[in-house]
Nanobody, 120 residues
């Protein structure tokens, strides 16, 4: 059974930083692309960042480029999202997802999400 478990969310002031983690189990982690997406209540889920199976390729939404960094540790079956210079508009539930293909990823598995709240 595949499980993706996010952690690291919380409340932070604007300009602050958070690091999200997503621990994966039940799949061959080093063979899948990983992504972070976010959703505000009442709005569609939006892409944030993605990283290829080896970690050699990454891409970001324009809204987070230069502020967020996605990385992965295949030995630990974990993907991270380092978020800096946070803005109130970054407030959302953040989900990690695992999938096939690159750069267009077909996501097969999702975590339960972790809330990030940025106060002004």
């Amino acid at each position: 059974q595949v499980q993706l478990v996010e952690s690291g969310g919380g409340l932070v002031q604007a300009g602050g930083s958070l690091r999200l983690s997503c621990a994966a189990s039940g799949l061959t982690f080093s063979s899948v692309a990983m992504g972070w997406l976010r959703q505000v209540r009442g709005k569609e889920r939006e892409f944030v960042a993605a990283i290829s199976w080896s970690g050699g390729n990454r891409y970001y939404a324009d809204s987070v480029k230069g502020r967020f960094t996605i990385s992965r540790d295949n030995a630990k079956n974990t993907v991270y999202l380092q978020m800096t210079s946070l803005k109130p508009e970054d407030t959302a539930v953040y989900y990690c997802a695992a999938g096939r293909g690159w750069p267009k990823i077909e996501y097969d598995y999702w975590g339960q999400g972790t809330q990030v709240t940025v106060s002004s």
